[in-house]
């Protein structure tokens, strides 16, 4: 049994990060508090990974145990270098409800009871990446299989490790007042599968989960436009600071814009002044929504004042299809088929949809042709299928159509 305690004054919580990280069949890893009032683990072989990097939650307060423990007669060698204490300064996980911060940028999502915002709402997920959060939010691909792709900025992942990222989900107050908020699921680790290389390329970052989205966690993958019209704004939904899950309202048309340092001729952005709520930092990432309540944007950045000021959102269109390899852009994983679907809407669940099958019996035959041509002559019959007047039903009568 090894142990180790550390100890960063006046911590809020520590995080720990290793590198060279390997634990042996029999080994378990636990990090805890002093009082075991937080206790994670155990990590086992299970938790190794191809890039030998591991990343723990934030440990409440100032002092993290370290504690590994191998069984006698284990051959195998452990490894496991700290290479990083993060020192949480803000109370980001909110552990001590401190009730004169402020928590004011934008609604908690739970006094929106309106069912079109539930979507996007469960959507989100604060994204903490160690010594910097972010939020961000799950998509929906055309394939509708639930493949666990998050969209957030590439200025939040740039130059950090996806594998050890942490994605929480529903980390959300519990009433409309600005209390204290519950840390909900998380998912831990990813891999980048396409960014923007650079705000002025959208500032988009597509990670793909690698842990498992569990279903009753009721994550919904939200919709998308990337057509690139003038969007009319609905909401915007994020973690500013780290705190509970917020919501901003605007029901004006966004407009494009460009980032500093940018091109005017290249509107890579959509700007935005909210009627209600705003945003800071921890918000960037966050899904801007349209009217229809599909993504057209994330957050770069803005005033960060929490309703003063613009804030300008990378376009989900501009980073959707440019003359860039796959790593550079979103259609090779959002439609990996290349179909041409620009827009789609967000799901909860595996959507298998059978192309020509129009009347919903999981099969495509001469009963889908009497299905459109119903639809479009109206009427119940069979020989309104029969477009070419030859008493059969058959190819050629989609031919006529």
């Known amino acids: 049994l090894w142990q180790i305690t550390l100890k960063s004054e006046n911590a809020f919580a520590i995080g720990l990060e290793f590198d060279d990280f390997y634990i042996p069949e029999g080994g378990k890893l636990f990090v805890y508090s002093p009082e075991y009032e937080m206790i994670h683990g155990a990590y086992t072989h299970l938790n190794n990974s191809a890039s030998q990097q591991f990343s723990t939650p934030l440990i409440k307060g100032d002092i993290s145990i370290i504690e590994y423990y191998q069984p006698l007669g284990s051959t195998g060698k452990v490894s496991l270098i700290i290479t990083e204490v993060i020192h949480d300064y803000r109370d980001i996980m909110n552990y001590y409800n401190d009730e004169g911060r402020d928590f004011e940028c934008g609604v ?18 604060f994204l903490d990446m160690g010594g910097f959060i972010c939020s961000g939010a799950m998509v929906n691909n055309v394939l509708q299989d639930l493949t666990p792709y998050f969209l957030t900025a590439w200025h939040c992942v740039d130059g950090d490790n996806p594998s050890t ?54 994550v919904f993958y939200a919709g998308w436009d990337a057509s690139g019209d003038y969007p009319i704004i609905s909401c915007g939904i994020h973690h500013p600071g780290g705190t509970g899950k917020k919501i901003n309202y605007d ?5 494009g ?10 509107l890579t952005h959509w700007k935005v002044n909210w009627d209600e709520g ?3 930092g921890g918000s960037s990432g966050s899904p ?17 004042e929490c309703g003063e000021g613009q804030d300008l959102y990378g376009k989900f269109s501009y980073g959707w299809n440019w003359e860039m390899p796959p790593n550079r852009r979103m259609i090779d994983w959002l439609d990996p088929n290349f179909t041409g679907i620009l827009v789609i809407d967000g799901t909860y669940e595996v959507i298998s949809e059978m192309t020509g099958d129009l009347n919903s019996d999981d099969t495509v035959n001469i009963l889908d042709i009497i299905q459109l041509a119903n639809m479009i002559l109206s009427g119940e019959f069979a020989n309104n299928a029969d477009l070419n007047g030859d008493n059969t039903l058959n190819i050629l009568d989609i031919i006529a159509l």
């Open 288 to 304: 801007l929504f349209n009217e229809h309540y599909r993504i057209v944007g994330n957050l770069t950045g803005g005033s960060g």
């Open 251 to 255: 029901d004006d048309t966004a407009y």
């Open 278 to 280: 705003g945003t800071e």
């Open 257 to 266: 814009d460009w980032w500093t340092g940018g091109s005017p001729s290249d």
């Open 108 to 125: 908690n999502v739970i006094c929106e009871e309106d069912e079109v915002y539930q979507g996007p709402i469960n959507s989100v997920a």
């Open 165 to 218: 990222f942490r994605f929480y989900f529903h980390k959300e107050a519990s009433s409309c007042e600005n209390t204290w908020s519950s840390l909900g699921s998380y998912a831990y680790s990813s891999n980048l599968v396409a960014d923007s290389d650079g705000i002025n390329g959208g500032d988009f970052a597509l990670l793909l989960i690698t842990d498992d989205i569990e279903e009753d966690w009721e």
